[in-house]
Each structure stands twice: as C-alpha cells, then as structure tokens.
C-alpha cells in the first residue's frame, strides 16, 4: 500500500479519536450543568432557596452557558483545556453559592445520606423514617421562614438556631440508627 493510502486510512480513525476524546470531556461539563439544575430543583423543594436565590442562580447559570457558548463558538465547537478549566471553576463557585458555601445545605445533605444508609442497611423501620425525615422537614421550613424574614438570608444568629437543629436531628438520626429497636 502507498503512503497516501495508508494515511487516508488512518485519517478517519485519528479524526475519530479526536471526536471520542473531545466527547469523553464535554459531557462532563454537562453533567455538572445537569447536577447544578438538580441541585436547585432541591433547594426550590425542600425550601432552602428563596425565589430571589433561585433567580440570581439561574441568571449565573444562563451566563455560564452562554460563555461556553461563546467559546465553543471561537473553536469550532470544541473546548480547550483553558476553557474546561475555566467553566469548571466558575461551576465550583456557582455550587458554592447554590447552598450557601456548605453552611446550611450540606449538613442538612449529610443528615438525608445518613438516613437513606439506615433504611439501605435495615437501621431504621419506616416508622424510624418518617420521624427523621419530617423533622428534616421542620428544619427546612424554619429556614425557608427564616431567608423570607430576612430577604434571603441568613443572620449569624440564624446560622447558629439552624446548626443547633442540625446538631440535634443528628443525634436522634444516630440514636435511631442504634436503638436496635426498628419501631
């Protein structure tokens, strides 16, 4: 076989592997858009998030899209790795904001994983359950009053009733988990 034959045979096979990799990289970048989406979803429903929160999330959403938009624009539809790094660090600031810096949110998602690993490991009854998940709830609903009182934010003295809560839902998902009664 000539040269040119054999490079015109390899031609669509490193074309292909430029398209797999290019792929295998941008769907990240999507999931983590999904995931941003999901995770304010959540936050709309159990209440963390006002409307306002919810709309200036959004709004920054939108202007990551819209600049990965523009770069991909500038590229042929594709992302450099300066692009990638950028969109994933202006990810990690915008999940940051989503719940707060961690402050509220993640321990109230601390104490939802705990409680899904009692029912997973047969810890906790449905009745066991149903407690922890409407005290949860309460928690959630005190803060959701909470940002409405204070045009969507937290007070320090906020921050410290609602630590309090947690602490104490903690020790009853804990409690619950080692009673050995499954009531």
Known sequence: MSGAGLIALCMPVAFAQSQSTTTTNDPTIQQRKENQQDRIAQGVQSGQLT???TKNLE????????E?????SGDDGHLTSADRTRLNNQQNRLSNQIYGNGEIGQPQENQQDRIAQGIKNGKLSPGETARLENQQQGINREVS???????????????????QQQ???SRSIYNKKHDGSHK
């Open 51 to 53: 409307a306002g929160e």
């Open 59 to 66: 709004t920054k959403e939108a202007g990551l899209n819209k």
């Open 167 to 169: 602490n104490k839902a």
């Open 145 to 163: 009053g909470m940002r409405q009182a204070n045009g969507g934010k937290l007070t320090g003295a906020d921050r410290r009733a609602v630590n």
């Open 68 to 72: 990965e938009h523009t770069m991909r």
